[in-house]
């Protein structure tokens, strides 16, 4: 099995962080008002906890941008939420794919953090490679599971084949061992957790069925309606974001919309890093929204 060299990149103005093993590229870019989490090659063991370790490091730095902006003379004063929302830095982070697959359990896992901090997800962008080639993104078989964990899901194509899906399947050296009644208990449990997942990240049960009639040596392409259908962001927490915007005027409303976005994943990551690490956030962000 090709081995790929894992490089986590995290580049803030001029801050830089690089770390290696073995799997998928990941690396970090911030612009002005979003943040863009790459993902690229193959899904290994340990990518996991490379994607955390940039999670965390966009909620340190971002707190830190965050306490900087509050020690202006008059901030506590600024009435414009708009403003503040843009400047706090977590109104949008994106996670870009591109990857042919590789080791569903930390694609899962990387997936459903994803969710929990309501992380956007993007593929079919255009870009040049290492050797100056002009090609698009592409998310199959396990990468899937981490594109449809996006609370906003966007896949652009020009080639009809960006999303791919096919039958999940066990390591062969394991499963040949088993009798077809382990087998099939052992396949049924985990058609059973695949479907969950899915259904979890607000899949229409006929991609399950797409996926699990295609077999693992195959690939099947998502059509250009068929990734509509998943194209968008997640319905209950779209119409959470609309009820907290239904008073804004028209021009206002999409600023709105962002800057709600960045108030819950603040509030989410706050709590989740600053519980994993057994402290107390360094200032409490919800003062600064009614």
């Known amino acids: 099995m090709k081995k790929y060299t894992l490089k986590v990149i995290l580049i803030i103005g001029s801050l830089f962080f690089l770390l290696s093993a073995n799997s998928a590229e990941i690396y970090y870019k911030k612009t002005t008002q ?105 998310c199959w078989s396990a990468c899937f599971f981490i594109w449809v964990s996006g609370i906003e899901r966007t896949a652009f194509s020009e080639k009809g084949i960006t999303l791919g899906i096919h039958r999940l399947r066990f390591s062969h050296d394991s499963y040949k061992k088993l009798t077809s009644e382990q087998a099939q208990l052992k396949y049924k449990e985990m058609q059973k957790n695949a479907k969950s997942i899915l259904r979890e990240m607000d899949v229409p049960d006929k991609f399950y069925n797409k996926m699990f009639n295609t077999s693992s040596n195959e690939m099947y392409y998502l059509s250009g309606t068929e990734r509509q259908e998943l194209w968008g962001i997640t319905p209950y927490f779209e119409e959470l974001i609309n009820s907290k915007c239904r008073e804004f005027s028209e021009t206002e409303i999409k600023r709105c919309k962002r800057v709600n976005v960045g108030k819950e994943r603040w509030e989410r990551m706050s709590k989740y890093f600053s519980v994993k690490k057994n402290i107390k956030p360094k200032f409490d962000l919800s003062k600064y929204y009614d």
């Open 34 to 138: 979003v943040h863009d989490i790459f993902i690229d090659g193959k899904i290994e063991k340990g990518d996991y906890d490379k994607f955390l370790k940039i999670l965390n490091d966009i909620f340190d730095i971002t707190n830190e941008e965050f306490l900087g902006l509050k020690s202006r003379k008059g901030f506590d004063e600024w009435k414009d939420k708009f403003e503040l929302g843009n400047l706090h830095g977590l109104a949008r982070i994106t996670v870009n794919l591109n990857s042919i697959g590789g080791d569903v359990i930390e694609a899962v896992k990387i997936g459903k953090t994803a969710r929990d901090m309501l992380l956007e997800t993007s593929t079919g962008n255009a870009f040049i490679d290492n050797e100056d080639n002009f090609k698009y993104q592409k």
